[in-house]
């Protein structure tokens, strides 16, 4: 019995570690995009194809740019960070696990570039 109990504590003690708060970016992003369209452009079409895949994802603002984030239970929230570039933006988005990766959000990011 008291085996269980442990068991079901580093269970719940690896789920939690595999978490991040929303403010924590992790080091270097999946995926690191260039676009000639301004921030605020490149958000406006963004956000809406994220909250049709995930209806949580929000958006706030940054410096130079704005985040876009599509929360998680599981995991990591993905996280678009859009910020002001020499004659446009630089997207920058970050994942969690392979196995946790969304596709569509990947392919929204792509397509609005």
Do not use: F, H
């Not at 068991?7 to 939690?16: K, N």
């Not at 676009?35 to 958006?59: F, H, N, R, Y």
Request: aromatic share 4%; net charge positive.
């Amino acid at each position: 019995m008291q085996s269980r109990m442990l068991m079901g504590g580093v269970v719940l003690a690896l789920l939690a570690g595999c978490s991040l708060p929303a403010s924590l970016v992790p080091g270097e992003p999946n995926v690191s995009k260039y676009s000639e369209k301004p921030p605020k452009d490149l958000a406006a079409c963004v956000l809406p194809a994220w909250q049709k895949e995930i209806s949580g994802t929000t958006q706030t603002s940054i410096s130079n740019g704005y985040r876009i984030t599509a929360p998680s239970i599981i995991t990591a929230d993905e996280i678009l960070d859009i910020v002001k570039s020499k004659d446009g933006s630089r997207a920058s988005l970050y994942q969690g696990p392979p196995w946790a990766k969304s596709g569509a959000l990947r392919q929204a990011v792509r397509d609005c570039i």
